[in-house]
Nanobody
Framework: QVQLVESGGGLVQPGGSLRLSCAAS????????MGWYRQAPGKERELVAH???????NYADSVKGRFTISRDRAKNTMYLHMNSLKSEDTAVYYC???????????WGQGTQVTVSS
């Protein structure tokens, strides 16, 4: 069973930056398309970025140009670099298999990102 652990969230002012990390229990990043999701209060969970096994990336329009997804296969870790953060980026962020590439594994606890002055 794959275990995913997200970290790196916190409170940041508008315009600030954060780097989220996703650690996995096994070597899953080399063979799976992985994604970062977020869920804001009262909203559905949405996919904001994903990366394929060939390192092709795709982003939701709302984060394009501000967020960058990457991974380190040797460390079994995936990252989400978030710049120019806005209040609407406030959400709990999760990592998992990208939508459309197979069933998701069990969801981790997520990491809270709060953008506020």
């Amino acid at each position: 069973q794959v275990q995913l652990v997200e970290s790196g969230g916190g409170l940041v002012q508008p315009g600030g930056s954060l780097r989220l990390s996703c650690a996995a229990s096994g070597s899953i990043f080399s063979f799976n398309a992985m994604g970062w999701y977020r869920q804001a209060p009262g909203k559905e969970r949405e996919l904001v970025a994903h990366i394929t096994p060939l390192d092709n990336t795709n982003y939701a329009d709302s984060v394009k140009g501000r967020f960058t997804i990457s991974r380190d296969r040797a460390k079994n870790t995936m990252y989400l670099h978030m710049n120019s953060l806005k209040s609407e980026d406030t959400a709990v962020y999760y990592c998992n298999r990208a939508t459309g590439y197979g069933s998701p594994w069990s969801w981790g606890q997520g990491t809270q990102v709060t953008v506020s002055s």
